[in-house]
Every structure is written in C-alpha cells, then in structure tokens.
C-alpha cells in the first residue's frame, strides 16, 4: 500500500490491503442533494478510499430511528454514517451482502448504535 491516508484501514485484518484495493475500484452511491446526510456519507465514502461516487438514497428514518437518535442534525449525521459503512461492507464482502445505502439491513445494525 503506498498511499498512507489509508494505512490503518490496511492494518485492519477486515480489510487488509486486497480490501483497500477492492474499495478504490469500487463505486460508493452515497451521494445526493444538498442534505446532511449526503454529505457525511459522502466525506466518509471518500475517506475510505472509494474509487468512484455515484447518485444514491440515503433512508434516514431506517439508518437513523428516532428511538435512537430524535435530533435531525444527530439522526443525519448517523444515517450518513451507516449508509457509508454498509457500502463499505458490500464493497468489501463483509458477512452477508449488505444492503443498499437507505435500506434497513437484515436484524438490525451489527454491534448496535455507532
């Protein structure tokens, strides 16, 4: 790996460098309008190393419940988060294929609240 802006993902036995590489040939569809949610999804995606961004829903209400989180900004920035995590973990092959950005994954979110 000679980039070291992801040399702690390297380090992850998660992902490890043939992870890393799958993520910079892959297509994160995390992006959006001009809402919060977008933008954090966005911002993690590229922080991960994704190859590309493409054009995607983000559900905030299934990434971010109320039971949760109930202030918008906070149930934003979670859903944000998870839809970039679950594009993370489909690029990747983690477990089970994961669902696409906005739906609510099989059970429920691994490991609970992020």
Same mark, same amino acid.
């Given at each position: 790996m000679d980039d070291p802006r992801y040399l702690r993902q390297v380090l992850l036995a998660e992902i490890g460098p043939e992870g890393q590489a799958r993520?910079?040939?892959?297509?994160?569809?995390?992006?959006?309008?001009a809402s919060l949610e977008h933008e954090v999804a966005e911002r993690y995606a590229r922080g991960a190393g994704f190859g590309a961004l493409a054009e995607g829903a983000i559900d905030v209400a299934?990434?971010?419940?109320?039971e949760l989180v109930a202030a918008p900004a906070a149930s934003a920035v979670l @859903?944000?988060? *998870? +839809? &970039?995590? @679950?594009?993370? *973990? +489909? &690029?990747l092959a983690v477990g089970r294929r994961a669902a696409p950005a906005g739906a609510r994954p099989e059970g429920g979110e691994e490991g609970g609240p992020s």
């Open positions: 993520l910079g040939e892959a297509t994160a569809r995390v992006l959006g309008g299934a990434l971010a419940p109320r @859903a944000g988060a *998870r +839809a &970039a995590l @679950a594009e993370m *973990r +489909a &690029a």
